[in-house]
């Protein structure tokens, strides 16, 4: 079954960490763009970042501010996995957290996870 599956989700304390997991099952990430994503409550989802099949990374600009420099996104290519550290988080970072596979960042998603709870709170 080709598929993408998120992991890694739960909740912590502001301030803590997380690494979620996107793994694919079915199909190659080689040459697959990653992006993660995030739809917190009553809002739109959104992008977080995204990193190319060369490992070149982005962040997408409707969260840039708020996650640059806390949230790094890499991936493990014999793994077949795509990780998104999260540190130093926030009570605002609380949202379901999807990752997708798309042939590039940007472009038309193939394969959507069916997403992961990340929770911060005291």
């Known amino acids: 079954q080709v598929q993408v599956v998120e992991s890694g989700g739960g909740l912590v304390q502001p301030g803590g960490s997380l690494r979620l997991s996107c793994a694919a099952s079915?199909?190659?990430?080689?040459?697959?763009?990653i992006g993660w994503f995030r739809q917190a409550p009553g809002k739109e989802r959104e992008g977080v970042s995204c990193?190319?099949?060369?490992?070149?990374?982005?962040?997408?600009?409707d969260s840039a501010d708020s996650v640059k420099g806390r949230f790094t996104i890499s991936r493990d290519n014999a793994k077949n996995t795509v990780y998104l550290q999260m540190n130093s988080l926030k009570p605002e970072d609380t949202a379901v957290y999807y990752c997708?596979?798309?042939?590039?960042?940007?472009?038309?998603?193939?394969?959507w996870g069916q997403g992961t709870q990340v929770t911060v709170s005291s």
């Open positions: 997708a596979a798309s042939r590039s960042c940007g472009a038309r998603i193939d394969y």
């Open positions: 990193i190319r099949s060369s490992g070149g990374k982005i962040y997408y600009a």
């Open positions: 079915g199909f190659s990430l080689d040459y697959y763009a």
